[in-house]
């Protein structure tokens, strides 16, 4: 494989498929030793469910600028896209279920028709606050001395 990686998952057999820096998708092949083309090239994300399944986020930003467009591997090289919107990221729940996240930050799902897509979790996500408290010993404490580092040691 040419090109480094820049992303990477790793499917239920334990073999990685890995984008590489020109945006080509490969596949180990570990019967074989080596990588394997997968027939998709401009991808940007790869995940890989619990079941075999693999989804790709590729191509050019979708006119609608959404993201990119989302594809399920269906075997010998064969891409189905899936209906919807973009997505700039993917991930596989535990039912091969792909999970997305668009260019405006909502977290979806999709049930690979484009009919049941739907917002998960972005309106409770952007009530919280996130915070996290961490005890740090006096050593690390000495030299913070801003207002804003002082109250966030006391939270």
């Given amino acids: 494989m040419k090109g480094g ?4 998952a790793v499917d239920d057999s334990g073999d990685p498929w890995v ?5 080509s998708l490969f596949k180990w092949n570990s019967i074989d030793k080596k990588w394997d083309y997968m027939g998709l090239n401009d991808v940007r994300e790869v995940a890989a469910g619990p079941e075999g399944q693999v989804y790709v986020l590729a191509g050019p930003q979708l006119a609608d600028k959404s993201g990119f467009r989302l594809y399920r591997w269906a ?4 891409w189905y896209p899936i209906p919807g919107q973009g997505a700039m990221h993917v991930a596989v729940g535990k039912f091969g279920r792909p999970y997305i996240v668009d260019a405006q930050g909502k977290i979806l799902w999709s ?3 484009g009919s049941d897509r739907a ?6 996500m952007e009530k919280m606050k ?4 961490v005890d740090l ?7 913070m001395n801003t ?3 002082e109250k966030l040691m006391k939270e």
Avoid: Q, Y
């Avoid at 990686?5 to 990477?8: D, P, S």
């Avoid at 984008?19 to 945006?23: G, P, S």
């Fill in 5 to 8: 990686g820049v992303a990477i």
């Fill in 19 to 23: 984008v590489n820096r020109k945006n």
């Fill in 75 to 78: 075997g010998d090289l064969i």
């Fill in 111 to 113: 049930d690979c028709t």
């Fill in 119 to 124: 917002a998960l979790i972005s309106a409770k």
């Fill in 130 to 133: 996130p915070r996290i408290k």
């Fill in 137 to 143: 010993p006096d050593e690390f404490k000495k030299g």
């Fill in 147 to 149: 207002a804003k580092e």
